[in-house]
């Protein structure tokens, strides 16, 4: 396999792995595809590639996923040695990412779970990556059924050779790498602008965390204790909304946006509030922090009476009305 590396690599970047924008700058600006490569918002994804082929290539060193986070669901996952190179050079990238950005690492230990938290993110990157590649996997399983290449009396036997016996090898891998490129730059990309918003909302938490005590009635010694990762809409690099929760139970709700217009509404219900005391409309305590903001975490709960339905509906009109003005 070193051999088909060095002689293809870059000519499978090239053709493959670069966007059509990357190509275009290629060809007008005459960028030699190495410098292009190594451009500071490429290098990243390629420097995170290489390492990807080099535990491919490293087979005997590879670690069981089980080692790399916690997850009792781990062997029921489905094609789980396609994944245990990405959640290596995943777990890596998070470990060196939380040391170099967060600089009071020995602060961060004290104050929260590192242990606990890591394996939430790694839980969270390695069921994404599965999403992402499911349909692609049983494509490639089905082909190899239809050369006839499974061993096995039973459907559960067949594909069982199929992920212990031929995706696990590197030579599928890289097989696969060459049929679906596209396929491997998402995947790495993903890991890549995951960690990176996730370690950012981690450091900011730690820069926040004496106005989070006070704001939120956290006491001193509470500790964060794990990471609620959203899979919705996210924006800006792979941004999106984290709950976090403490020793205490308590939680709070990191956002990567302005809450601005957020903290103007709950003003705006206060002055509602002021005006009409028996609507009493409920108020959420917010941080704004320009780019990004902290907000007291609603719990839900079901209503337990007609009454309590009836001043929902109405407290819920009032809500909407309100903020569509």
């Not at 995170?48 to 535990?55: A, D, G, K, R, T």
């Not at 002055?271 to 108020?283: A, D, E, F, M, R």
Request: aromatic share 12%.
């Amino acid at each position: 396999m070193n051999e088909i590396v060095e002689n293809n690599l870059m000519e499978i970047i090239k053709d493959k792995l670069l966007y059509p924008s990357e190509k275009k700058k290629e060809i007008e600006n005459n960028v030699p595809i190495n410098e292009l490569l190594f451009q500071e918002k490429t290098n990243k994804w390629i420097d995170l590639f290489y390492q990807y082929l080099n535990v491919c290539k490293n087979k005997k060193n590879n670690i069981e996923v089980d080692q790399l986070y916690s997850n009792e669901e781990n062997l029921s996952n489905p094609f789980s040695s396609f994944f245990k190179e990405f959640l290596e050079i995943a777990s890596r990238y998070l470990d060196s990412s939380l040391k170099s950005q967060v600089n009071n690492y020995d602060d961060l230990s004290r104050i929260c779970n590192l242990t606990s938290i890591k394996n939430d993110i790694m839980k969270f990157i390695h069921e994404n990556l599965i999403y992402v590649s499911i349909r692609t996997l049983i494509q490639d399983l089905n082909e190899e059924r239809e050369k006839g290449n499974l061993i096995g009396d039973t459907p559960k036997e067949r594909y069982n050779f199929y992920v212990d016996q031929i995706l696990s090898s590197p030579d599928k891998k890289f097989e696969l790498i060459k049929k679906y490129p596209v396929l491997v730059r998402i995947l790495i990309e993903f890991i890549l602008n995951k960690i990176d918003s996730i370690v950012e909302s981690i450091y900011r938490f730690l820069k926040d965390r004496s106005e989070l005590v006070h704001i939120f009635h956290l006491s001193d010694d509470d500790i964060l204790t794990s990471l609620t990762l959203q899979s919705g809409d996210s924006h800006n690099n792979g941004r999106s909304v984290i709950i976090f929760q403490f020793s205490s139970k308590k939680k709070i709700v990191y956002k990567p946006r302005s809450l601005s217009i957020d903290l103007h509404f709950q003003q705006f219900l206060e002055w509602i509030n002021g005006k009409k005391p028996s609507l009493q409309l409920k108020t959420i305590t917010i941080l704004n922090k320009d780019q990004y903001g902290w907000q007291e975490f609603v719990e839900y709960k079901p209503c337990s009476s007609n009454n309590e339905l009836s001043r929902f509906y109405e407290r819920q009109g009032n809500y909407i009305t309100r903020g569509a003005r």
